[in-house]
Every structure is written in C-alpha cells, then in structure tokens.
C-alpha cells in the first residue's frame, strides 16, 4: 500500500482572497486525484508588494478567514491539509509568526510549527530580511498522520529557508515524511534548491514533499518554483517547473523500510 501526496505550486498575489480563492481550485484538484495529504506553500494566502504588508492581515492564534478557509477545505475535502504559511499575531510584539498550520479530515488543528530560521539575502538590487517583520520560532514539530493503508508516519514540519540548517531535521527524530514549504527566489533556488532537498531526503532516508511559490510576482519578486516529491534515495518522484499547479507522488513505507536496511545510517550516527 502506498500513501499520495499532493505538493500546491502557486504564484500567490497581493489579495488574501484572490489566493485563497486560488488554492480552493488547487486544493480541490488535488483531492480530486486521492491525495490524502495535501500541502500549500509558503505565504501561499500573500505575497504583498511590501514586506510589511503581512502585518495589517495577521491573525490572532486559533481564529481568522485564512485558518477558518484552512480548516474548511480539509473538512470538505476529508484531507490531511498543510497551510504553509499564514501570518500569525506574535503575542511577545509587533511582527507576525510564519506559521505553517495542519488540519486532519474533520478540519480540526492537530499541528503549528513557527518558522525558526529567517532568510536573509542581499546581492546587487536583490535584498531581504525576513526578521523585520517575522518573529523566529524556537520548537521542532512533527506530527503523525494515519493513513488509509493503516501505517502510521511521522511527518516533520519545515518552512524555506529551514532547508539550510540539517540540524533541525536530525531533531524531527527520524520522520518518515519531511514538509519543505517554501518562497525560494530564483537566484537562491537555481543554485541550490533541488540540491538541498535531495540532502535532507538522503541523510534522513525519508521522503521530502516541498510546495513552493513558482513565478513573478505582483511585488516583482521572483520565485523558483520546482515543487518537488523527493523519495529516501534522493529520486525525484514528480515535480514542475515553474506557474500554478499539482505536484502527486506516492510514499511507499515499502521503499522507507528497504533504503534504510540496506543503509543503516541512521543507526550508525554518533555525534549528535
């Protein structure tokens, strides 16, 4: 038996319900071709024209129209669905966490993961600083989904620039399945996007499902795109390039199980 996943690629706008009306057409697409799990990319319900557009539509932690729409759609849909991200009120100030959200079928919150590392890049006209308006978590966060095939999978929760820091995926305490939502820019995600995902499924023997953001923006930003399901051998499964979309792949406890007998890495670890 096997499990399938659907990655949303998305090209998400200024406008909360222009994206949100977006990702109900995704989302349903993807349900539609018996994923049980489904996952959104990061800032999926907006990309502003300023960075500190997020702040004027944070929400308070448990209520708003982008968690009410996430909790509905897995209901609907009876899905596994994955919102990453929305911005979230930081109680401790003025900036917002970048918190990926997880409902189960009957669209109840079984998981929020706040993204701990923030990107920050400059290079000629290009330059970002998350931390301006983003407030880091601090807590590693996994979850188990049952699946129609009777397993159970521990799925670890990640957002973008995350993909850089190993550390926090050997914390996960070897998860079968690894989220990557992500807002890669193009520059960052030609040159190591594909690279970094296939390493964290290698070194962890697991799969890596990544939904990211693929196309230009109304902000003038750039997103690499790629979406991807990378299985535990560092194969890609399914992916696309670039503009709105589906990525469907199967995870196969089979193929977990076998990759890591035959390769005990995980066993032999001894720092850390």
């Not at 319900?45 to 897995?74: H, I, N, S, W, Y």
Request: charged content about 20%; proline content about 6%; hydrophobic content about 40%.
């Amino acid at each position: 038996m096997t499990v399938r996943v659907a990655a949303i690629q998305m090209v998400s706008r200024p406008a909360v319900q222009d994206n949100l009306r977006d990702a109900r057409a995704l989302i349903a697409a993807a349900a539609a071709q018996g994923a049980e799990l489904v996952a959104l990319p990061e800032y999926f319900c907006l990309m502003g024209l300023q960075e500190t557009d997020k702040l004027a539509v944070r929400e308070p932690d448990g209520d708003g129209p982008v968690q009410q729409f996430l909790a509905a759609q897995a209901r609907t849909h009876g899905i596994w669905l994955v919102g990453g991200t929305a911005p979230l009120a930081d109680p401790a100030g003025e900036r917002v966490r970048n918190s990926v959200l997880v409902y189960d079928p009957q669209g109840h919150r079984v998981a929020r993961y706040d993204k701990i590392h923030l990107f920050a890049f400059s290079r000629g006209e290009e330059s970002y600083d998350e931390a301006r308006t983003i407030a880091p978590g601090s807590e590693v966060v996994t979850f188990n989904l049952p699946a129609h095939d009777g397993r159970l999978y521990r799925v670890g929760l990640s957002v973008c620039y995350d993909l850089r820091f190993p550390e926090l995926y050997r914390a996960m305490g070897q998860p079968d399945l690894i989220l990557v939502p992500a807002a890669f820019t193009a520059t960052t995600g030609q040159a190591h996007w594909l690279t970094l995902l296939k390493a964290r499924a290698i070194e962890n023997l697991c799969y890596v499902l990544a939904p990211a953001q693929g196309g230009r923006h109304d902000n003038g930003r750039s997103t690499f795109g790629h979406s991807a399901l990378i299985d535990p051998w560092g194969g890609v499964v399914a992916q696309q390039d670039s503009g709105p979309g589906v990525v469907i792949g199967e995870l196969d406890p089979q193929l977990i199980h076998s990759v890591r007998q035959s390769l005990p890495a995980l066993q032999h670890r001894v720092l850390g």
